[in-house]
């Protein structure tokens, strides 16, 4: 099935919520877990609004019906970082493989490129999320830093926070 990307809208914000308790329950690479997780519909819609008054965006991918992708844009708001934003994207368990991911991200870049003064996006990787993380170097992103063992699993592991950016080449 055809994997169709838009930007959301607020009358999204179910999906979008039920989006992110689900691959928060399936994965091991977000910073939240899912039982920390529970915004109201409001809460939900609020934010929504608010990323794009803040200059941001927001993109969901879906396969027929079903939410199985996002991927969401903070632009920084402060003058001395407004240059630069960061994302975080996120596809559901079952969609992993299947390209989503670098569709969503292309999608992202372009948008990016598009954006007046804009000339960095940022992200965060769990260094154990190998496969993101190849995905992003495809991408053309690279490490900029490392925070050491600032993950904690219950288990008593630990994983290092990753920062990776990519600057925006103008035509």
């Known amino acids: 099935m055809r994997t169709i990307i838009r930007f959301a809208a607020e009358a999204d914000a179910y999906k979008l919520s039920s989006h992110i308790k689900k691959t928060l329950n399936e994965t091991p ?11 109201s519909l409001e809460n939900e819609e609020y934010w929504i609004r608010q990323t794009y008054k803040d200059g941001g965006m927001i993109l969901l991918a879906f396969s027929g019906k079903s939410l199985v ?3 969401s844009v903070s632009r920084h708001v402060r003058i001395r970082r407004s240059h ?15 390209g989503i991911g670098g569709q969503l991200m292309r999608t992202m ?6 954006q007046q003064g804009l000339e960095k996006i940022t992200l965060e990787v769990f260094s154990n999320n190998k496969k993101a993380i190849q995905l992003y170097e495809q991408m053309g992103f690279k490490e900029e830093g490392r925070m050491r063992n600032e993950i904690r699993y219950r288990d008593g592991t630990y994983a ?6 990519f600057f ?3 035509k």
Do not use: N
Not at 29 to 39: D, K, L, T, V
Not at 84 to 98: A, M, N, R, T, Y
Not at 109 to 114: A, L
């Open 29 to 39: 690479f977000m910073i939240s877990e899912g039982h920390e997780y529970r915004p």
């Open 109 to 114: 870049m372009e948008w990016c490129t598009s």
């Open 69 to 71: 992708g996002m991927l």
């Open 168 to 170: 925006i080449k103008r």
């Open 84 to 98: 630069v934003c960061s994302f975080g994207i996120s596809v559901i368990k079952s969609q992993h493989g299947k």
């Open 160 to 165: 290092d926070m990753i920062t990776m950016a």
